[in-house]
Structure formats: structure tokens, C-alpha cells
């Protein structure tokens, strides 16, 4: 059963926990496990509730620690439903008591994907199973803040949740002054610099993820100039930039139309010594595409994918060259391009944040809600291209 599971074969791995069940072996947590993680890999809700149930029926001993990875292992594909029904099953109908990293952990995978009710249930739930307050779920709050489509909402909920961090009994630290200069500054670079400043205030050194995200910021406004200044600041305050940051330049390059510009931060980060990821590369095709210079951004598409170090190319990476072509009007390209990203399993959704555009895409509601009662998309609203 472990050699399938190594081998993520879904199907062998329940074959050998049947096989157990029927010559009346009685599985432990270990082989639970085992099979859960698999079937939950795979992205199959219902049948990992299905086998769940199973074993509790027969009388399978379950441990928090079991059912803690797999619930994680669920709410980091996306399967949050089960996660917390089998956090909350285990807890109240087997007295299992979960230590508070899973409660932050399932906190942390909620928050990537931008759903803050769920972010927050997490931290609720923790302290109604009696486990003590930790800035990490602020910290994950915040971050959830930060992806939300709901901008000015989420702004609101970004600061109600810092001055809830600052009263509760924990230590604000960095990373809880990075999560919220990063969700502020999606209303205006001038509110992260403030932010900035406050972190400088309460006695913490920047450090270059804070300058990363100041980068970001800037280029999300378009501020190619500020996004600059920050990336000399990160250098003048002796810290060296890596892929992340260098990425985040060339977005800045990128959104206000400055291919060659991009190509010339790309040329010093390799003699830097640094290796370019897949984000760095589609980036420098989204510049170029942007600009209707459809060869470069082949060229790079191309560069990337004989790059053996890097990952394949992803949906964002077709995206750039497939809404390059569409914007030029040759949709003929754009579906060809399309057809190949099918081809290669990669399918488009409205988490890539990208808008292919050999359709046409409604426009969306210019309307944006006072509170955000419900979980939403997973990332930022896409945006449509010009």
C-alpha cells in the first residue's frame, strides 16, 4: 500500500486498504493516512469522506496527528469542507485534541487562497477548543486580506484586524507589518509607505521580503519610478535582491510599457548569479506582449522551457503570449497557443488571474460590496487586458 502511495497510484492504494478490510486486518492511523493524503492528492472530496466514514466504522484508531495532515493536506488542495469537517468530527465525536500548529496551518492554507471567513474560522475555532491566541493567525488574516477581490472592504478588515493583534496578548513581529503594508497597498503606495514607516517606528528592521513588497506595490500602481526607488533602497540598506524582487521590477517595467527595460533588469539579474523561475520569465513575455513584439516573447517562452532547472511552463505563462496575440487580433495564434496549453493538461481558470481572450469575457460589475459575508474566488479579481 505505501509502494502505490509513493507512486500516487490512487487506484492500487485503495485496492490494498480494501484488501486489508476484507481479510479482516485491521488498519491503523498510519494506513488511514496513507490512503487519505493519497485520495485527497487527487483531488477526490467525496471519496476521501467516503473512506473517512469507513474507517471510523470499523473502528479504525484514528490520531490527532493523522487526521491533522490529511485535513491540511485537503485545505492546500482546496478541499476545506472536508478539512474542517474532519477537524470538527474528530474533536467533538473522538476527543482528539489538535495542537495549535494545525490550527495555524489550516489558517495559513486559507489565507493563500484569499478566503478570509474561512482564514478567521480557523482562529475561532482554536480558541473554542481552548488553545491560546497566536499572531500567526493575524499574520494569516491579513494575508487573506491581501487577496481578496474586494479591496476596499478587505482594507477596512486589514486594520480592524491589526488594532485586534495590537490588544490581543501576543507580540506583533515583521512578517504581521509585511502582511499589512501588502494589504494596504492595494489602495495607494502612499498608504505601504506609511506602513513602512510604522514598521521602522515599532523597532523592526526591514528586511527583503518588506522591500519586495514595496516593489510590488508600486508596480501594481504602475509607479515604475517608485518601484525603482525601493529596489535602490533595498540595496542602499545592504540587502541583496533575489528572483522574487528582480521579478517584481520587471512587473513594474511590464505594466507601463517598457520592454527593453525589462529586458535590461532581466540582463542584471543574471550577472547577479541569480536563475530566473518561471514567474521572472512570463513576466518579461507578458512585457513584450504587452508591447505587440510577439517574437521576443516567443524567444523567452522558448529560453524557458529548454531552461531543464526551471518548472514547465504554466497557464499564466500561455496567458502572456495567447492575450498578445488576441490583442493584436490574430486569434488564429491566440487558439493555436490555446490549444497547445490544453494539450499540455494546463487549464485556464479564474485563479490564474489571466483572461484569455480568443472569447469575449463580460465585463465586471463596477460594484464593490460593503462587507465580505461570503468566502470568493480564489486570488485577485482578474483583470481584463487592454
Known amino acids: 500500500m505505501n509502494a502505490a502511495a509513493k507512486r500516487n497510484d490512487l487506484n492500487a492504494t485503495e485496492h490494498w486498504f480494501q484488501v486489508a478490510l476484507t481479510k479482516g486486518v485491521k488498519p ?29 466504522k470499523r473502528s479504525v484508531q484514528l490520531s490527532s496527528s493523522s487526521v491533522g495532515s490529511v485535513a ?49 474560522s480557523w482562529q475561532k475555532l482554536a480558541k473554542k477548543h481552548g488553545l491560546p491566541e497566536d499572531i500567526a493567525f493575524y499574520d494569516a488574516v491579513l494575508t487573506a486580506c491581501a487577496k481578496s477581490p474586494y479591496v476596499k472592504a478587505s482594507h477596512r478588515l486589514a486594520v480592524e484586524t491589526f488594532e485586534r493583534a495590537q490588544q490581543a496578548p501576543v507580540k506583533l513581529r515583521l512578517t504581521t507589518f509585511n502582511a499589512m503594508i501588502n494589504a494596504v497597498g492595494r489602495e495607494g503606495l502612499r498608504l505601504a509607505e506609511r506602513w513602512f514607516a510604522k514598521t521602522i517606528e515599532a523597532g523592526l528592521r526591514p528586511d527583503r521580503v518588506t522591500f519586495t513588497i514595496m516593489v ?39 505594466k507601463t510599457g517598457k520592454p527593453d527595460l525589462a529586458d535590461e533588469w532581466f540582463k542584471e539579474l543574471l550577472a547577479q548569479g541569480l536563475i530566473p523561475d518561471t514567474v521572472a520569465y512570463t513576466t518579461l513575455m507578458e512585457a513584450h506582449a504587452r508591447a505587440g513584439e510577439m517574437t521576443r516573447a516567443r524567444g523567452y517562452f522558448a529560453e524557458m522551457e529548454s531552461f531543464e532547472q526551471l518548472q514547465k511552463p504554466t497557464v499564466e505563462s500561455y496567458s502572456a503570449i495567447i492575450n ?30 489571466h483572461v484569455c481572450l480568443p472569447i469575449q469575457m463580460p465585463d465586471a460589475p463596477n460594484t464593490t460590496p460593503d462587507s465580505l459575508q461570503t468566502d470568493v474566488g480564489i486570488g485577485e479579481k482578474p483583470q481584463t487586458p487592454p
Request: without cysteine; charged residues 20%; hydrophobic residues 45%.
Open 324 to 353: 498578445g496575440y488576441a490583442r493584436l487580433g490574430n486569434l488564429e495564434s491566440a487558439a493555436k497557443w490555446f490549444g497547445d496549453m490544453e494539450r499540455k493538461g494546463l487549464t485556464l481558470g479564474i485563479a490564474s488571474g
Open 72 to 120: 491540511i493536506a485537503a485545505a492546500r488542495k482546496g478541499q476545506l469542507e472536508f478539512a474542517r469537517s474532519i477537524v470538527e468530527d474528530g474533536y467533538q465525536q473522538m476527543g482528539l485534541e489538535f495542537d495549535l500548529r494545525t490550527y495555524i496551518a489550516l489558517a495559513q492554507e486559507s489565507s493563500k487562497q484569499g478566503l478570509l471567513n474561512e482564514t478567521q
Open 216 to 254: 510590488s506595490v508600486a508596480a501594481k500602481h504602475r509607479d515604475l519610478q517608485s518601484a525603482e526607488g525601493w529596489f535602490r533602497a533595498a540595496q542602499d540598506a545592504g540587502i541583496k535582491a533575489d528572483v522574487v524582487m528582480y521579478s517584481a521590477l520587471l512587473d513594474a517595467a511590464a
Open 28 to 56: 491503523d492511523a498510519a494506513m488511514l493516512q496513507t490512503l487519505l493524503t493519497t485520495v485527497v492528492h487527487h483531488g477526490d472530496e467525496v471519496a476521501a469522506s467516503r473512506w473517512y466514514h469507513t474507517a471510523k
